[in-house]
């Protein structure tokens, strides 16, 4: 299993950062291996949105499906991989000194067994890990 988390500091407060990131759609803007978001059904926010989300790192993509589990605006966006790869993720927004939020993305994920399963997953991890940071340094940008 892949158990990843990055933060950064959002020069924004957690209601304008919550605002960008209640927007699923517009997270191919900043999530560095999103491709592409394609909902399921007419839901756009909120617990139950489902939605495929085709990811790119490096030569690897496939298409995940997620589904919205946690949804506490201006504080927890949680979301569920019940595609290819799985597992749970979750975004939390901390108010930190004046104006600014601290944001924290923490996911345990599961690689199917073509993907190099357990092995996979610890070979992926630091990998992901890069992804990840980069986007959140996309993300912070937005605010600046």
Do not use: Y
């Not at 407060?13 to 990131?21: C, E, K, R, S, T």
């Not at 909120?46 to 030569?59: I, L, Q």
């Not at 990998?127 to 912070?140: A, E």
Request: glycine share 10%; aromatic share 10%.
């Amino acid at each position: 299993m892949s158990r990843l988390r990055v933060s950064t500091t959002v020069d924004a407060p957690p209601d304008v950062v919550w605002n960008d990131l209640a927007d699923i759609s517009s997270h191919v803007e900043w999530m560095r291996d999103a491709v592409r978001i394609d909902f399921v059904g007419d839901q756009r926010d909120g617990v139950g949105t489902t939605f495929d989300c085709a990811t790119k790192v490096g030569p690897f993509g496939l298409t995940d499906r997620m589904e919205i589990t946690a949804w506490e605006p201006a504080r927890t966006m949680g979301v569920r991989h019940v595609g290819l790869v799985t597992g749970d993720g979750t975004i939390t927004l901390r108010a930190r000194r004046r104006s600014h939020t601290k944001v924290t993305w923490n996911e345990q994920l599961m690689f199917p067994w073509w993907m190099g399963g357990v092995v996979g997953s610890w070979i992926a991890t630091p990998v992901l890990w890069l992804v990840w940071r980069g986007s959140m340094r996309n993300l912070r940008a937005r605010f600046k």
